[in-house]
């Protein structure tokens, strides 16, 4: 497609009356691959929202987003309120940081975080004074509807509210414009797909009113007339109450989209995929096609920040598993130990193996529970052996094809894994390595139970670290040939310059030699007309 | 508290190899009674003799290989190797035939590629065609007449002429009916027509309708399979596709002189061949599209052989040949991933 049609379907897209974007054969059309996965998570879901108390102490890590670590902008032994920034976005892709009890800064050092690697990170930490006192908020006044775009968008990056689905790109980042972008389309992804994850089915059934609300702010920002809210249908009371919430607001812009439970749904571009049959270019964004793809809990965030004024500092976690004695879900303040939030669930049950944060598909395990919530904190995940995966029994790949099969990406796992396994990263790059969102689906099905998604992520790593190093020689060849450049410059321009001081000693002397030749033949051509005249004259 | 720390995804659905294999032996039991209903304890026997020396001789090389003897033993292909070759050969084929064949199979088809998930051809095809070549004689006149053409035989004659070579009491003459396929083939290159061939009376209706019941047996097991997710409809459906396709348009343009593709597609190994053999994931193509086009090249080759060539069944050389030609399928049948279709 040139660029010509692509910019006259948005436009066609763009004028066309809410509903008539889904073509009705598309709807809901699903997407490529993808898997029906088992699941329990909606009688939790239905279950009452539990609130942490606060806890003695919060932990706040520097980086709880996409993109560079925010700035400190407290110090140890400063109270701060809660709400109070203490660490300020570096750049446009970061997000900042707030308190989320009133208490004292007691610390700004390395702590134990949730990250796959294990390893700690800056964290800003607070001793709390038990009061959980607010510092002064600033909402937008009035209605916001007469404020400008640009101001409420500052509102909400000044929240530092990032993407809650678990991906926590800055949110205000999200919501710029680009001048040659015509946005015409918000999603709101209702979908949460992961078998065991329930944090936004809850907030769904509960803050649906939130969630539109957040969304109507966000159409504002956005100036865009159109919602479609995708939503599971294995999740009827989410859309039941999502459906109640949009018309007591009485706003045509929303349309309340069922869309099959096929993991992996909460995917933004498998999302947009399902609601309007179109693909987000493979190394481009929902953006490039006119798409702004919203979790639910950032709408509600979006919503909080700009009605009250207060920015994040709370979250939805999911505490669940088989090893969890009471699974909840849970109202939690960023910072909150994990371990407390266990504790509040009854703890573990004896035979606990694993603790998975994010969900069964993508989470990462933690071999530790004393790390804080983070904003992308969705689920606390604890899992007995029987349950888990086990790495015992991995077989030989027979190539039976399933994980093509599912792959959303419609990508060969079979052969990346093959190449991945010869290091043929140049072959890798062909079978579109890149291309992995890391699902898990390919694993899910593996009959011979060969981690595919951990070869890949590896193969990817290997391939940054070895465009890197390509780089670095690049760089130093060009150096180095910079350097000879320079030298047999130098050296040709010493060669010219002598070569030149030479040709005009040369040209001098030649002068020289041709005004003696000459003053010698006028010399004698006086001399020979002084001997005629002698001699005439004689 | 510590935990175990293992990367994503920490679920799985549970259906591991030796899982698939079982249902791929399964799937084969409709055929396996059916056949041993027309032609005897033969073919019983064969797999028997096939899937112990299977066994054995991997469980050897598996040693040899410093491999988990246990663990690799316990995923099945090997009896799934074993009994797929057996149920191609004749069932009067005598115990060393069976055993050479095997042995090629296991040995040199499968482990010295490097075993499981390595092998470039089908090991039951490639052990298959090393006997039609290395015993043609056997592998050619040790058919008999299929119950209701002839008597049947007992299993102490089958055991005898399996195992000490004697010919059952009946004579030879029971032992050598040729194969509706192989009738076909001799007897149109020798000027017949369809109808001249059709009234012979080793076209007996009895002899087709054995093999028309075997090739519905297995069809019946193919469908298991199916219905299980252990194979996808892709390759068979491309395999029948592709000779269906030939015999047709050979069959319009002449009906005189070439079978009707009904009789292709029920006769000789058409349906092992389209869900048992050309679906071994292992030596197929890998994409979807390039196990249309991997089925489709089989389903044509076997009929160009079965036509013309000087054997009568083309499936096992048209999965070889197919398999040579996997490489250069999946080069080119790379799918284009989310995102990069159009632009």
């Known amino acids: 497609m040139n660029q010509d049609q692509a910019k006259a379907n948005l436009l066609d897209l763009d004028e066309a009356p809410v509903g008539d974007v889904l073509t009705p054969t598309r709807r809901p059309s699903g997407f490529y691959g993808g898997l029906y996965l088992p699941t329990d998570k909606h009688e939790l879901a239905g279950q009452p929202l539990e609130t942490a108390p606060p806890p003695p102490h919060v932990v706040l890590p520097l980086t709880q987003h996409a993109g560079l670590p925010a700035i400190p902008c407290v110090k140890p032994g400063q109270r701060v309120l809660r709400g109070q920034q203490i660490a300020v976005a570096d750049g446009f892709i970061s997000a900042n940081i707030h308190a989320t009890t009133s208490g004292t800064v007691i610390a700004i050092d390395e702590q134990p975080v949730p990250h796959p690697s294990g390893l700690s990170a800056p964290c800003i930490t607070i001793e709390a004074d038990g009061k959980d006192e607010w510092c002064e908020l600033h909402p937008v006044v009035g209605d916001y509807h007469t404020e400008d775009p640009v101001r409420v968008r500052q509102r909400v990056r000044e929240a530092g509210i990032v993407g809650l689905g678990g991906a926590v790109f800055p949110t205000s980042t999200k919501l710029t414009a680009r001048a040659d972008i015509n946005v015409h389309t918000l999603i709101l992804n209702g979908a949460e797909c992961d078998p065991q994850i329930s944090c936004d089915e809850a907030l769904m059934r509960r803050y649906a009113t939130d969630i539109i609300a957040g969304a109507r702010i966000v159409l504002h920002i956005l100036q865009v007339n159109r919602c479609i809210i995708g939503i599971e249908e294995d999740k009827p009371e989410s859309e039941a109450a999502l459906r109640l919430a949009v018309e007591e607001f009485d706003d045509d812009r929303f349309e309340v989209v069922r869309v099959p439970a096929i993991y992996p749904e909460g995917s933004e571009r498998q999302l947009i995929q399902a609601l309007s049959g179109r693909e987000v270019p493979s190394r481009g964004l929902p953006l490039d096609i006119g798409f702004v793809c919203l979790n639910v809990a950032t709408a509600a965030a979006i919503n909080t920040a700009v009605t009250t004024g207060r920015p994040l500092t709370e979250r939805i976690v999911s505490v669940c598993g088989d090893a969890i004695a009471r699974p909840a879900n849970i109202i939690a303040r960023l910072g909150t130990p994990v371990s407390s939030l266990v504790e509040l669930c009854g703890g573990y049950t004896s035979d606990v193996d694993r603790l998975v944060v994010g969900g069964a598909m993508m989470g990462f395990a933690v071999g530790d529970d004393n790390i804080p919530v983070v904003k992308a904190c969705n689920s606390i995940l604890a899992m007995t052996a029987d349950q888990g995966r086990s790495s015992k029994d991995i077989r030989p790949c027979i190539r039976c094809g399933e994980c093509a099969r599912v792959c959303p990406s419609r990508l060969l796992p079979q052969q990346l894994y093959w190449h991945a396994g010869s290091h043929d990263l140049e072959k890798l790059e062909r079978y579109n390595i890149f291309d992995c969102i890391e699902c898990g689906c390919c694993d899910y099905v593996c009959p011979s139970n060969i981690r595919l998604a951990q070869h890949f992520r590896f193969a990817k790593a290997e391939i940054a670290v070895q465009d890197a190093d390509r780089e670095r020689a690049a760089l130093a060849r060009q150096r180095y040939e910079d350097r000879n450049r320079r030298l047999a410059d130098a050296a040709q321009d010493r060669a010219a310059r002598i070569a030149a001081k030479k040709r005009k000693a040369a040209a001098a002397a030649d002068i020289h030699k041709r005004r003696k030749v000459i003053t010698d033949v006028m010399t004698r051509v006086r001399q020979k007309e002084a001997r005629r005249d002698r001699t005439e004259t004689q | ?343």
Request: proline fraction near 7%.
């Open chain 2, 1 to 343: 508290m510590k935990f175990q720390v293992e990367p994503a995804p920490h679920i799985i659905s549970a259906r591991p190899v030796p899982q698939v294999m079982r249902e791929v032996l399964y799937a084969l039991i409709p055929a396996v009674v059916v056949y041993t209903w027309y032609f005897g304890a033969g073919l019983i026997v064969n797999v028997a003799i096939a899937c112990a020396v299977a066994l054995a001789s991997e469980a050897a090389i598996l040693r040899l290989r410093r491999r988990d003897v246990r663990l690799y033993l316990s995923d099945y292909s090997a009896v799934v190797t074993a009994a797929l070759l057996a149920f191609a050969l004749p069932s009067l084929t005598p115990w060393y035939v069976t055993v050479t064949g095997t042995l090629f199979a296991i040995v040199f088809a499968k482990h010295l590629y490097g075993g499981l998930g390595f092998n470039p051809f089908n090991p039951a095809m490639a052990g298959y065609v090393l006997l039609l070549i290395a015993f043609p004689t056997e592998m050619a006149d040790l058919w008999i007449a299929p119950r209701g053409a002839g008597d049947g035989l007992s299993v102490g004659q089958t055991l005898a002429a399996i195992f000490a070579s004697t010919p059952p009491a009946a004579g030879w003459d029971a032992i050598t009916s040729a194969t509706p396929l192989d009738q076909v083939q001799s007897d149109l290159s020798r000027a017949m027509t369809m109808s001249e061939i059709n009234a012979n009376p080793t076209m007996h209706g009895s002899i087709v309708g054995a093999w028309l019941w075997i090739n519905l047996a297995v069809a019946a097991g193919g469908i298991y399979m199916l219905a299980r997710g252990i194979i996808r409809w892709h390759i068979p459906l491309a395999v029948i596709a592709g000779l269906a396709l030939m015999a047709t348009l050979f069959y319009l343009a002449d009906a005189d002189r070439n079978p009707s593709p009904l009789f292709h597609l029920t006769t000789g190994a058409t349906m092992l061949g389209a869900f048992f053999i050309a679906t071994d994931p292992v030596s197929a193509a890998t994409s979807l599209r390039g196990r249309l086009i991997y089925g489709f090249g089989i389903g044509v080759i076997a009929y160009i052989i079965r036509t013309w060539a000087a054997y009568p069944d083309g499936i096992a050389f048209a999965v070889l040949i197919m398999n040579v030609a996997v490489p250069a399928i999946d080069y080119f049948t790379i799918p284009k991933p989310y995102g990069a279709r159009d632009d």
